[in-house]
């Protein structure tokens, strides 16, 4: 038997357990239906926005520090980020807090990055 079917029994039997399906009058085979093919469309949709941000993740491997750099380089190319800006995180990103420092919003060089 396969996850997919496995997790509509599951579903099924616990709708029908419970008799949640009694308030709508709607079958549990039905609803357990509904909750599959909501899931699969949601997959579909994590897919196709993977593909429109050409990303690849991969499960337990999340880089935060490189998807914050992906979303600065996507700033810098909307004009919303200074280039400058986006060298500071760059940098930031590729030595260590200890060895940059930021710049506020009116491009003045503030205190180091990581340091109290």
Known sequence: MSKKLRLYEKIREALNSLSIENESNTPDFLLAQLFIDVLDDVNKLVKMRDLWYEIKPA??????????????????????????????????????????????????????????
Do not use: C, F, M
């Not at 919303?80 to 930031?92: G, L, M």
């Not at 940059?100 to 990581?114: A, P, T």
């Open 59 to 116: 499960p337990g491997k999340a880089n935060p520090d490189r998807l914050l750099q992906s979303v600065y380089q996507d700033l810098v190319v909307k004009g919303v980020v200074s280039e400058k800006t986006y060298a500071d995180i760059e940098a930031y990103l590729n030595k260590g807090a200890s060895d940059v420092k930021y710049r506020d919003s009116s491009g003045s060089q503030g205190s180091d990055v990581g340091k109290s």
